[in-house]
């Protein structure tokens, strides 16, 4: 069983700030930032690719309502809701989960960099892009 589904279990302590029937929310133990909270399905699927559209939706509705509480709660002035699907990706618990991490400033531990491609063809990937499979 994997870690996450031991949290859910309560075979292991978490710091669970929101629980329904599908769905469970924990504080993550890395605390990135101040306030770094995980939403995750009850049931085991691997990442969001793998996620019944139905889950998706309620989990993306708990992540929503729990950054508005923590963005007020914890006095953040921003936040970003991420998901890592796959290990190249920097998934390490291969139990879907999305991040929620509310922003304090330049020093907050988190760094997100959006690096601009010099050598970009959008044609090329457009075109991949919009091929049938
Ligand atoms: P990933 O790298 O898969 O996107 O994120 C996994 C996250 O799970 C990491 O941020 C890590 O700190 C967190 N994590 C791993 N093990 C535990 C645990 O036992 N308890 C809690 N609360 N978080 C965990
Ligand atoms: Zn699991």
Known sequence: MCIFCKIINHEIPASVLYE??????????SQVTDGHTLVMPKEHVENILDCPPVLL???MSVAQTLSK???IKMNAKGINVLTNAKPAAGQS???FHVHILPRYDENDRLIIEFKENENK???I???RLTKEL
């Open 93 to 95: 618990v291969m139990h």
């Open 125 to 127: 990937a457009y075109q």
């Open 20 to 29: 329904d029937e599908d769905v469970c929310a924990i504080l993550d133990i």
């Open 69 to 71: 509480d923590i963005l």
């Open 121 to 123: 063809d959008i044609s």
């Open 57 to 59: 939706s309620k989990i």
